[in-house]
């Protein structure tokens, strides 16, 4: 399958998302901010990228931004807890600024698979 860039802060949140990927056959980079997801994104080249959107360092919307000015066909999937408000507020402009598709935390790993696998089929 797809090789999957997960940029997110919380160590328990990327291990949850690795498992689901690994076991349906996915294999996956993590990234525990956006400048380290940045820096992985260009050595790595994934198929897609899951971005997590409050992170120290660098965030999850400049990071979204900068990898869809160089990469513009790579699908993103940006997601985000941020509490319900905020973190809606956060993933619809997430998905303004060049996220393919949005998921707010908490998530079955089911339902990130399944969308992984559309996004990668070019079906989202």
Known sequence: MGKILVIDDDAAHRRVIKL????????????????EG??????EQ???VICDI?????EGI??????????PDVPIIA??????NIGLHYLDLARKLGANAILAKPFRPA???ELVDRLL???A
């Open 54 to 58: 409050v992170m120290p360092e660098k």
């Open 62 to 71: 400049a990071t979204i931004v900068e990898i869809r000015a160089v990469a």
């Open 20 to 35: 689901a990927l690994t076991r349906a056959s996915h294999e996956t980079i993590e990234a525990k901010d956006g400048l």
């Open 46 to 48: 994934p198929a897609l």
């Open 79 to 84: 997601i985000s807890g941020g509490g319900l």
């Open 121 to 123: 089929a070019g079906e």
């Open 38 to 43: 940045l820096n992985s994104f260009k050595h």
């Open 111 to 113: 339902e990130l698979v």
